[in-house]
């Protein structure tokens, strides 16, 4: 049980263990809980990540990590093909809790991957 510590995965995993950090913080899930049900804690819009329901807390999150997740973000792209439907910047607060939810969402596909590993 061991491997699957939180810092296992930070220091061994993750491929941005002091972002991935952060947004374990903010997600507010006991590491315990989300390594024993992580596809309940996947999506970041469901409403069971309590750092990531409200625009204060996702804008707030986004906009102080904006250029990580963007790098992200391009990464993914990069890898996988443009995403589409992206809200546009113009939408600061779709845009920013969508950057939220995406960067969530990208760790929780890192943590899935390493609970299955």
């Known amino acids: 049980m061991s491997k699957l510590s939180k810092k296992q995965f930070l220091e061994n995993y993750s491929s941005f263990p002091e972002f991935h950090k952060k947004l374990l913080e903010q ?3 006991e ?3 989300l390594i024993k049900h992580p596809q309940d ?3 970041a819009n469901s409403g069971s990540v309590p750092g990531f329901i409200f625009y204060n807390d ?3 999150f986004a906009k ?3 250029l990580k997740i963007l790098q992200i973000l391009d990464e993914y792209e990069t ?3 443009k995403l589409e439907n992206k809200p546009s910047p ?3 607060t779709q845009y920013f809790n969508w950057l939220a939810w995406f960067a969530w969402e990208s760790m929780m596909s890192e943590v899935i991957s390493f609970i299955e590993g």
Do not use: L
């Open 90 to 92: 113009t939408d600061e």
């Open 79 to 81: 890898e996988c093909g």
């Open 27 to 29: 997600g507010g899930i």
């Open 58 to 60: 996702t804008i707030q």
């Open 31 to 33: 590491w315990k809980q």
């Open 64 to 66: 102080r990590h904006h």
């Open 41 to 43: 804690y996947y999506v």
